[in-house]
């Protein structure tokens, strides 16, 4: 089970920026209070995330799936 303050956050942020998979992705890695670090920083991984969330978003989770095995 999710954190409410979390899904609340996620919720928001999509409902904000429903199309800008960057700034989604980087308001996402940048939440210290989840992953106890700023994931920013972390090359390529900002990139790859905004990446995935766009394949996600408009093709489905398993087109991106699929991605990544290959």
Known sequence: KDD???VD???KLWADH???Y???ARAV???TDFWKQDL???PGLTDLLTEYLQEIDQK???SALQKTMD
């Open 4 to 6: 409410a303050d979390r």
């Open 9 to 11: 956050f996620l919720q």
């Open 18 to 20: 429903p199309d800008d």
């Open 22 to 24: 960057s700034t989604i």
């Open 29 to 31: 890695l940048a939440r």
């Open 40 to 42: 920013n920083a972390v």
């Open 60 to 62: 489905g989770m398993d």
